[in-house]
Nanobody, 122 residues
Framework: QVNLVESGGGLVQEGGSLRLSCVAP?????VFWGYRTSWYRQAPGKA???????????????TYADSVKGRFTISRDNSKKRVDLQMNSLKPEDTAVYYC???????????WGQGTQVTVSS
């Protein structure tokens, strides 16, 4: 079982910024390299959707949902076993619970963070 700890959610006005972080404190650093790390979100009454994802593969670009391209940036620090999501120019439609996900590229196991609420007021 992999324990993921999220932080950084909150309430922000439209046009503002937030930074989310997710860390796997007990994971061995070399093991972290084998995971694709992503952020998902789920708004009330809607299905969970992929926001952004990134692997440790050198040269492989991060992927983003069309709705957040140019506004959100995902990054990871392999030495800290951490993945961040920088969210700029936030819109009310970005309001959701955000979850980090670690997906192992070998055995396809999935682990989720506890979720952090992001609320954007207009």
């Amino acid at each position: 079982q992999v324990n993921l700890v999220e932080s950084g959610g909150g309430l922000v006005q439209e046009g503002g910024s937030l930074r989310l972080s997710c860390v796997a404190p007990r994971m061995i650093t070399s093991v972290f390299w084998g995971y694709r790390t992503s952020w998902y979100r789920q708004a009330p009454g809607k299905a969970r959707e992929l926001v952004a994802g990134i692997t440790s593969t050198r040269g492989e670009a991060a992927t983003y949902a069309d709705s957040v391209k140019g506004r959100f940036t995902i990054s990871r620090d392999n030495s800290k076993k951490r993945v961040d999501l920088q969210m700029n120019s936030l819109k009310p439609e970005d309001t959701a619970v955000y979850y980090c996900n670690f997906h192992h590229l070998g055995d396809r196991s999935d682990y989720w963070g506890q979720g952090t609420q992001v609320t954007v007021s207009s």
